[in-house]
């Protein structure tokens, strides 16, 4: 699911971008099954060059770099099934361990589609206890950030305009043909990652990690998207997982479909408690009427579908822009007053640039490291691109991506006509907000080979040494029933931590939650299965 986004403000200025608004591109991935499929049915092609590697680290490039920080790369194949058919480079960071140090431990922030290493540079500092024990290693994936990025090119047409008013209710075929276009468009400017970017691979690759680490055992700490890579792991490598920690447990079972209703259902509820909020506040840009005030959301969103604004930016700002942006900042209360104040100076005086820098990641921002497209120059196949080469829409291409390559539902066009009514009212009756959005992110797998059924049939009943997982009541994008249907999947080693908080995961929230995480990943103490962490306590 989505990317973790913390609470706090250290961590939440990479976390935002790894789900930068949709509505600009959408990921076409031409991506076969065979190869997650030879990877989990248990092929050995000799491997020994890339699990025989070291990591060498050195000071990181660029501009604001932490001096403490240390950055690497890590060789891979391309395709695990064929090791001989090519390599990546994938780029690593760590905070090497200031204590007694008995290993790594290895960070996923999210997304699918977050950049590891940016986000442990900037962010790095909610992690430094754990730096008693380890270095704290992240990566950024395969297909993302500086690791082979994909794209679906400048301007690409994503096609999620295409639910914004009825016209794709009367003629489904149209929208089809457009979302095909855009798969056409994101393998064109993706390259050879693209086929392979799905999460089995994408666990694989954490375990070169792992050796390459001279780590005996994998210790983990995963958030939302960041879950389902660990579990994936542990499934594959069930005698090579160490301390695993899963925090925002996303589902491994339910099909696109449903986890877009469930996150426009979690979205709505976070605006309505947002709306709450902000109507106390004589400032609130929608007046102090809750009940009005969400139809005044409701009718910003759909004017500015109609009539969007300009920006410095080059394109228009939309409503489904809007509604990205929305997502953004409903994902945690410390965001709230920043929100609040971005909308206000949208809807006084037409200015976008406030809910542009959460519709786009915070890229309206200044960045720790320049952005922009791809194409002065172009990298050898497989090796690291320099960050002012990353895509802009890698980000979320990745997500989409790597999403559609983890799921093997692919109704037929026929289905997708018959049912496209049907779908657009259960979504609107989710959110009238949001539905029109996550159902767009859902439309997008149209046109792409088949997923693996990997993780939907063979992650369960794992063999391993217990693990954590985290799940968060007031949890807009991963619900809370996730974390008790994923620890019943994955059998006796899953032990839950209830947390009784809000926003998106808990470490980066809850003191309780980051206390005994750090406690299981330091020192192998794990709280009682169903215990609690209170909302606004230290202690249980």
Not at 321 to 346: F, H, I, M, N, T
Not at 378 to 390: C, F, H, N, T, Y
Request: negative net charge; aromatic residues 6%; contains cysteine.
């Amino acid at each position: 699911m989505l990317a973790k986004l913390p609470t706090r403000p250290g961590l939440r200025r990479c976390a935002l971008a790894a789900t930068a608004a949709l509505t600009l591109v959408g990921a076409g991935l031409p991506t076969t099954a065979t190869a997650n499929r030879n990877a989990a049915e248990g092929d050995r092609p000799d491997l020994s060059r890339f699990y025989d590697q070291k990591v060498t680290w050195s000071a990181c490039d660029g501009d604001g770099m932490p001096r403490d920080l240390q950055c690497a790369d890590l060789t891979v194949p391309l395709d695990y099934g064929h090791p001989k058919s090519g390599t990546l480079d994938l780029a690593l960071a760590r905070y090497r361990a200031t204590g007694d140090k008995r290993g790594s431990v290895v960070l996923n922030f999210g997304g699918p589609g977050g950049p590891g290493v940016p986000e442990l540079a900037y962010g790095g500092k909610e992690f430094m206890d754990l730096t008693d024990g380890y270095d704290v290693v992240s990566l950024d994936p395969r297909g993302v950030g500086r690791s082979s990025p994909v794209s679906c090119g400048d301007g690409a047409d994503s096609g999620l305009a295409s639910l914004d008013d009825d016209s794709a209710l009367a003629d489904p075929q149209a929208l089809l043909t457009r979302l095909k276009r855009v798969a056409a468009d994101c393998a064109e400017h993706s390259g050879p990652v693209l086929p392979h970017i799905g999460t089995v691979d994408a666990a694989h690759d954490l375990d070169v990690l792992r050796a390459a680490l001279g780590d005996k055992k994998l210790n983990y700490l995963g958030f939302s998207y960041g879950t389902r890579l660990g579990a994936v792991y542990a499934a594959r490598f069930p005698d090579k997982v160490g301390r695993l920690v899963l925090d925002g447990v996303d589902t491994l079972t339910e099909p696109l479909t449903e986890q877009g209703l469930a996150g426009a259902r979690g979205q709505q509820v976070a605006l309505d408690d947002f709306v709450g909020w902000c109507t106390k506040d004589i400032a609130c840009p929608f007046g102090q009427d809750p009940r009005v005030a969400r139809g005044e959301v409701v009718r910003l969103v759909r004017s500015l579908d109609e009539d969007p604004v300009p920006t410095d930016f080059g394109d228009d700002f939309s409503g489904q822009d809007l509604v990205g942006a929305l997502g953004q900042g409903l994902y945690s209360k410390e965001l709230w007053p920043l929100l609040e104040r971005a909308l206000a100076q949208l809807i006084e005086s037409g200015d976008a640039s406030g809910v542009l820098s959460f519709a786009t990641g915070g890229f309206a921002l200044p960045l720790p490291f320049p952005l922009r497209a791809a194409g002065r120059g172009e990298p050898s196949p497989g090796a690291l691109v320099d960050e002012e080469d990353i895509p802009l829409d890698n980000l979320p291409a990745a997500l989409m991506a790597i999403n559609c390559a983890d799921d093997p539902d692919r109704p037929t066009a026929a289905q997708i006509s018959a049912d496209l009514k049907r779908l657009r009212a259960a979504y609107d009756k989710a959110s009238p907000v949001f539905g029109q959005y996550r159902l767009n992110e859902v439309l997008m797998c149209y046109g792409r080979p088949r997923g693996t059924d990997f993780i939907r049939d063979e992650v369960k009943d794992l063999s391993t040494p217990e693990m954590l997982l985290v799940g968060t009541r007031g949890d807009p994008a991963t619900p809370y029933r996730w974390t008790v249907e994923t620890a019943k999947r994955l059998g006796t080693a899953a032990v839950v931590l209830d947390n009784k908080g809000d926003g998106h995961t808990g470490y980066g929230s809850s003191k309780c939650v980051h206390r005994k995480v750090d406690d299981f990943l330091l020192y192998g103490s794990l709280p009682p299965s169903g215990s609690s962490c209170g909302p606004d306590e230290d202690d249980d």
